[in-house]
Nanobody, 120 residues
């Protein structure tokens, strides 16, 4: 049973950096992934893909967020992280992490999401 869990502060001040970590647990040792992504959903709006880090460590970002977004991984800890700089109230959203298994080719595993509010 694969589980993903987002963690990080729920409140960030404008102009600061939003930092979140996704921890992957469960499943068998043979479970493998091709990519790990961050997706967010502002209140009352749809899902927005932010970026991805692939199995070989390559990163790709949304052109709307590329200048402010950085995704990294720590394979020894089964974790990958998100950093979003210079945040504004428009960055208030529920943030999700998701993993794509090699056997599927689709993002089958998702975290429950964590709400982040950007406000003074």
């Amino acid at each position: 049973q694969v589980q993903l869990q987002e963690s990080g502060p729920g409140l960030v001040k404008p102009s600061q950096t939003l930092s979140l970590t996704c921890t992957v647990s469960g499943g068998s040792d043979t479970t493998k992934y091709s990519a790990w992504s961050w997706i967010r959903q502002p209140p009352g709006k749809g899902l927005e893909w932010m970026g991805v880090i692939t199995y070989d460590g390559s990163t790709y970002y949304s052109p709307f967020l590329k200048s402010r977004t950085s995704i990294s991984r720590d394979t020894s800890k089964n974790q990958f992280s998100l950093q979003l700089t210079s945040v504004t109230p428009e960055d208030t959203a529920v943030y999700y992490c998701a993993a794509r298994p090699l056997s599927s080719g689709a993002y089958l595993y998702w975290g429950q999401g964590t709400r982040v509010t950007v406000s003074l």
